[in-house]
């Protein structure tokens, strides 16, 4: 991934993001699986003020056998959970291509309170972004790649409207 300066991402990151993919690659580029299915749906925001939130989901994810979320089945809640990110919490440009997520809140208990440095190449519309080293995915270490369009047209034309 070609770096995009920190001057570059300081002007140009602020505003919200959709996801149009999500991959992680093998080391060696031959394998690639789509953590949250061919299709995920994703929200990237970053704020004028120095804050980032990320929603991403698979799609079609099962719905709750009831309305009450507080009475919802374990099993369920797995499920739910099992295809769903969130985090948010302040964000800072700390290099030419490089992002750092400061966690504050998130629904993996593990990343709260740390930092998750992401890889950035922005070119006009689309916002490419994953982690600067590889991650373990079931087992195996894998480069992710995340790809974002701005929203507004990107978000228009995905949703089927015109």
């Known amino acids: 991934m070609t770096a995009t300066t920190a001057d570059d991402l300081r002007t140009n990151l602020i505003g919200a993001w959709i996801l149009q993919t999500y991959e992680a690659r093998s080391i060696d580029g031959a ?7 061919a299709d995920p749906r994703g929200i990237i925001m970053y704020t004028p003020d120095g804050y980032m939130s990320a929603q ?3 799609s079609g994810r099962p719905r709750f056998s009831g309305d ?8 369920e809640l ?5 295809g769903y990110l969130t985090y948010a919490g302040p964000y800072s440009v700390v290099g030419d291509g490089l992002i750092a997520h400061h966690v504050e809140v998130s629904l993996l208990p593990n ?3 740390g930092t998750q440095y992401r890889a950035a190449r922005l070119s006009g519309s689309v916002l490419e972004l994953g982690p600067p080293e ?4 079931d087992g195996q270490r894998r480069n992710l790649r995340l790809v974002w369009h701005r929203a507004g047209s990107a978000a228009m034309s995905r949703c089927g409207a015109a």
């Not at 394998?31 to 299915?37: K, M, N, R, T």
């Not at 590889?134 to 995915?137: A, G, Q, R």
């Open 31 to 37: 394998d690639v699986i789509y953590p949250l299915g």
């Open 56 to 58: 991403l989901m698979r």
């Open 68 to 75: 009450d979320m507080q009475l919802a089945p374990n099993d």
């Open 78 to 82: 797995a499920a739910a959970a099992s």
């Open 111 to 113: 990343w709260i309170g």
């Open 134 to 137: 590889p991650v373990l995915i």
